[in-house]
């Protein structure tokens, strides 16, 4: 019986798609351990998006010029690639919104200002960015609903045996989860969430944010009513995200922003709405952006999601291993098989911004601060952690550069 090795993820080859690391520092190419607040990107995007801007661009949908038309089929070609990644059942599902944090904001406002009131429970998580909190909390205010959360064990794990209790407060009508902690890079069980929120009529909504990048995203799989994406983290352009939506949802939502474009028919007495997705969709979008999210996801596919997250996986492992050497430093969450390509530490006796800007003098990237986690931060006792994450261009040298780096940093206390 013979075996079929999985192929693997070519990091130096990759490395050349990326002008940046052409850029030598002192005679060294950055190591950029910074990806999960943006990742860099290919020329393959770059040259997709000025290919567009100089010989496809017009507005889309309106003009039926051909110029208008091959605009127009960019941007809903970009709309059924995201389709494809995700696995919606319709394109229709598929809003283009100008970030993952903008996703989100259009379900709390368009699903949660109809639905929530007193007695109604929201339910988030102590490991949501705050894009997936504080418009959940906002919301539950404003509709007078309870906000509550589900807590966090020593591993930065969810405490799923605190969902009895939960349920006893009132009725649950939202759970709002990452699938892919930012900061700890813990790996939620979203489908248990999912199947838990549906038994307590409530809708799930997932921040896949971290995850869609680094591993594979099926909405249908996750159980979930609602999943949020970001261009910018998988090697697309900033300035667009995607939200996919149950179409039965979707259509009973009110509009979150209004003008050209989500209108069906405007007159002094009452105007009607676009059907979806365009519903959702006022103004001019990000025609460009979403050609080049569309381009991103093609780079990542042909890398494939599975080779991405088995990378991400050695050099975690890797860097945990190594740190764990380290006696004066604390890494914070689980296990590496239970986590994605992201490691947070501290650096005993030394605030996580002098760590970081320590390293960048060894022309190391790092984050460092809260990372839009504050209530995290408190559950771990911190005010801040240092970030490495990875992505499909990080290589092992980086991991040796960030310990060669971090033992200078110890060596400053001296």
């Keep these: 019986m013979t075996s079929t090795a999985l192929p693997a993820l070519d990091a130096h080859r990759l490395r050349a798609d990326f002008a940046v690391f052409e850029d030598l520092v002192d005679g060294r190419p950055v190591a950029f351990l910074d990806s999960a607040a943006s990742t860099q990107k290919p020329r393959q995007v770059l040259d997709r998006m000025r290919t567009f801007y100089e010989h496809e661009y017009a507005n889309v949908h309106r003009g039926v010029y051909r110029l208008a038309e091959r605009a127009t089929e960019g941007f809903e070609g970009a709309r059924r690639t995201v389709a494809a990644l995700l696995n919606a059942p319709s394109e229709k599902e598929i809003v283009f919104t100008r970030s993952a944090t903008e996703a989100i904001n259009l379900v709390a406002y368009a699903w949660g200002l109809d639905n929530l009131g007193p007695g109604d429970v929201v ?129 009973a ?57 088995r990378h991400e996986h050695a050099l975690v492992g890797e860097t945990m291993a190594r740190l764990d050497e380290l006696p004066w430093v604390r890494v914070f969450g689980p296990p590496p098989d239970r986590r994605a390509g992201i490691v947070s530490f501290d650096v005993e006796g030394i605030h996580p911004h002098d760590v970081a800007q320590i390293l960048d003098w060894e022309g190391v990237a790092v984050r460092a601060g809260h990372h839009c986690t504050q209530p995290l931060m408190t559950r771990l006792g911190v005010s801040a952690t240092t970030r490495a994450s990875f992505y499909v261009y990080s290589i092992p040298e980086e991991i040796e550069r960030l310990l060669a780096g971090l033992h200078k940093v110890k060596a400053s206390l001296g």
């Design 123 to 251: 339910v988030i998580t102590e490991l949501e960015h705050h894009a997936n909190f504080v418009p959940w909390q906002y919301i539950a205010h404003r509709t007078g609903a309870s906000f509550r959360n589900i807590p966090i064990d020593d591993l930065g794990e969810l405490q799923l045996d605190s969902l009895d209790s939960l349920a006893r407060e009132g009725n649950v009508k939202v759970v709002a989860n990452n699938l892919v902690s930012n900061t700890l890079g813990t790996i939620n069980p979203v489908e248990t969430l999912a199947a838990w929120a549906h038994e307590q009529g409530a809708i799930m909504v997932v921040d896949a944010a971290q995850a869609a990048p680094h591993r594979r995203v099926d909405v249908q799989a996750l159980g979930a009513d609602f999943v949020a994406i970001s261009s910018h983290k998988l090697c697309g352009p900033s300035g667009i995200g995607a939200l996919w939506g149950k179409r039965e949802l979707l259509e």
């Design 253 to 309: 939502m009110s509009p979150f922003n209004l003008g050209g474009e989500m209108i069906r028919s405007v007159a002094l007495e009452r105007t009607t709405f676009n059907e979806l997705p365009y519903k959702f969709e006022a103004g001019t979008p990000a025609i460009a952006e979403a050609v080049g999210f569309g381009a991103a996801i093609d780079y990542i596919s042909e890398i494939g999601l599975e080779a991405i997250e």
